[in-house]
């Protein structure tokens, strides 16, 4: 399986034409078997930054979404209605490793969602004691915080100084009230202060998704 975050910076004058070109790409690629998952995000703070989180079978099934009419007509479109080229990420698990259909939590009816991105910028000597910290950060937030839905970790192919955060929570008090005030939490945010390079809000995207 294969798994990317794609990293859009649009045109605010093209913002209604790529987010309708995202969702004939949406639309059309459900009939794609190699394709397990698609959601695509648009930056509250930013609204000319979106985000598309994608899974593959195997590269074949990235040949063919490319191949589809589709998608040709997104990427044909990109140079003129994009600020910069689209940044790819091709993300690698780490432990605990993503759930992802096994992911025995779900949206109910009267969660608000919030869902974050933190492409994060770091010291690579500070990396092995990130996952290792993250580790025990993941797991105990997994199995002891309700309102959190998915907390998956990345680290990405070929950048040695990235790693990629990707959040669900019921709501946002979950994040900030409840999940920053845990003892692992903390011990995670005193690591990162060493290790981040420049300020971590910068990282943070927080979206919606489309």
């Known amino acids: 399986m294969i798994v990317q975050v794609v990293k859009f910076d649009i045109k605010p004058t093209h913002i ?13 690629s ?18 000319n930054l979106f985000f598309a989180y994608e899974r593959f079978d195997n590269q074949s099934a990235i040949d063919h979404h490319a191949t ?11 140079p003129t209605i994009s600020n910069k080229a689209p940044e790819i990420f091709y993300l690698n698990a780490t432990t605990p490793a993503p759930l992802f259909e096994k992911n025995p ?5 009267e969660d608000e969602l919030f869902i974050m991105f933190c492409i994060l910028k770091i010291n690579s000597d500070y990396k092995a004691e990130l996952l290792t910290q ?8 997994r199995q002891q915080e309700q309102g959190n839905l998915l907390f998956d970790l990345y680290t990405v192919e070929n ?7 990707y959040e669900h ?11 920053f005030s845990q003892p692992y939490v903390i011990e995670t945010a005193k690591l990162m202060e060493k290790a981040v390079i420049g300020e971590i809000k910068q990282y943070m995207s927080f979206v919606t998704e489309l």
């Not at 209604?16 to 059309?28: I, N, R, T, V």
């Open 159 to 165: 950048q040695e100084d990235t790693l990629v955060i």
């Open 16 to 28: 209604a034409l790529f987010k309708a070109l995202l969702e004939d790409d949406k639309q059309g």
């Open 105 to 109: 939590k779900t949206v109910n009816t």
């Open 68 to 78: 589809q009419q589709y998608t040709k007509v997104l990427l044909e479109a990109l």
């Open 169 to 179: 929570w019921r709501k946002e008090s979950d994040l900030w009230d409840i999940h």
């Open 30 to 47: 459900k009939n794609e078997a190699g394709l397990l998952e698609m959601r695509l995000y648009q930056d509250k703070n930013f609204p």
């Open 134 to 141: 993250f580790k025990e950060h993941i797991t105990q937030t």
